[in-house]
Structures are given as C-alpha cells and as structure tokens.
C-alpha cells in the first residue's frame, strides 16, 4: 500500500505540469514552447536513465544499486546508504 501511495503522488506532481505551464511561464516572462521543452526532455531522460537503472538493478541486486545512488541523491537521512539498506530509505 505505500508502495502504491508513493507511485501515485510522484506521478502525480510529476503530471500535473501543464496544469501549471501558462502561469509558470507568465510569471518568469518566458515562452511555453521553452518551459513545455524542459519538461519533455526530463520526461525522456527520467525514461532513459529508467532503463538503465532497471537493468543494473536486475543484474547488480537492488540493494547495491540503491546503495550506490545514495551519494546522488541529497543529504536527507533517507538518502543514506543505511536508510536504503535498512528499508526506511525512498528506494527500499
């Protein structure tokens, strides 16, 4: 269940970009077609790196890789490799 509750609000903030395109790009005085290529060039790269990820995961074992990505994700407790390891990280 909070697997599902976590993958329903990243998906969530995620999509509801372009109910915020025009406003965004209102108040930074910016075009939409800019704003709206930004967006869909992180969609593409969060996809690439997705399959990526999916493949070291299958071949390395998750907790390795988790481990290994912890360095880039933030000094947040549970970005640490004991929070990933421990299962009270965000990738566990």
Do not use: K, Y
Not at 40 to 69: F, K, Q
């Amino acid at each position: 269940m909070g697997a599902f509750a976590t993958v329903v609000l990243a998906q969530g903030l995620s999509n509801s970009f372009p109910v915020f395109l025009l406003p965004l790009s209102d108040e930074l005085g910016g075009l939409r077609s800019v704003a709206a290529s930004a967006f869909s060039a992180h969609n593409l790269v969060m996809g690439l790196v997705g399959t990526v990820v999916d493949a070291l995961m299958r071949r390395l074992g998750e907790p390795i890789v988790a481990g290994a990505s912890a360095p880039c994700s933030g000094p947040s407790p549970s970005a640490t490799v004991w929070g990933r390891l421990s299962g009270r990280g965000s990738a566990a």
